[in-house]
């Protein structure tokens, strides 16, 4: 099975834009997963569990993620 290039777009011409665009998300999801686990983890260890949503903002960007 071919892997789709995310640098080029569904006719095969290079698509920059689109692609920083991905690699940006990407990225910012990574940090987030990384956050998230985190939280989970030292809850964890402290003997609690999340019940309910998680609302984080970014003090950065302002970006709100739920």
Known sequence: ???HDIRKNQSGYADPTAFEAITKVDKEME???KVIHT???ICDLAGFEIE???ILKDKKTGKIWR
């Open 39 to 41: 939280i989970r983890t």
């Open 1 to 3: 099975m071919m892997k």
């Open 31 to 33: 940090k987030l997963n």
């Open 52 to 54: 309910e949503r998680i």
